[in-house]
């Protein structure tokens, strides 16, 4: 136990000094890299109580989730059309809820999730911002159906192959409302043609 405990230490040191450097890396690579080096065991403070992968569908799923409030925010605020203004209120209500939901869940696991969204989604928020009137609203409700396209994927995914079963009840609460989004943004996409 002394020589694991030693084992994690040394390397959380090496990360630290990492962390130091002045090249940053974005909040997923982060906490994917501090989840690769707990162990894989439940014994003592240092390890993750989790698969691997189903650690690394926590962080991309905290990532994705954050990344839809961050454009929502956005969409509240600079939206013309009001069913996409409705629509953004909604996203940031809910996948806030999710977010907290799998926070407790990580917590309990010992799992690391980013403190804020990866480079390509602050790319994404950047580039949306950029936007205004029609064009802002086409391409939030653009960005809103593939995201919720890939999300529905990943979580159907994640239902058939998690290990954990406290994040596949997660997962299997969570992913009707994700449906819900994508026929509900659909709607909205048909509608502005």
Known sequence: MKKLNL??????????FQACNNTKKDSTAS????NKVKDTTTSGMTGIAVDKD??????DAANGGM?????????????????????????????SKAGEELKAVAK???????????????????????????????????????DHKATV???????????DADLKAFVDKTLPTIKGHLTNIKAIHDGMK
């Open 67 to 95: 990344t839809e409030v961050e454009l929502s925010k956005l969409a509240e605020q600079k939206a013309t059309n009001a069913k996409v203004k409705d629509f953004a209120a909604m996203m940031v209500m809910d996948h």
């Open 54 to 59: 189903d650690a690394k569908f926590a962080v």
């Open 153 to 163: 994927d990943m979580f159907e995914n994640a239902s058939k192959k998690l290990k």
């Open 108 to 146: 309990t696991k010992n799992i690391t999730l980013p403190d804020s969204v990866n480079a390509d989604s602050k790319k994404a928020i950047t580039d949306l911002s950029k936007k205004s009137g029609a064009d802002f609203d086409k391409a939030y409700v653009d960005k809103m159906v593939s």
């Open 31 to 34: 906490a994917d890299s501090v």
């Open 7 to 16: 084992i994690v230490m040394i390397a959380l040191a090496g990360l630290m």
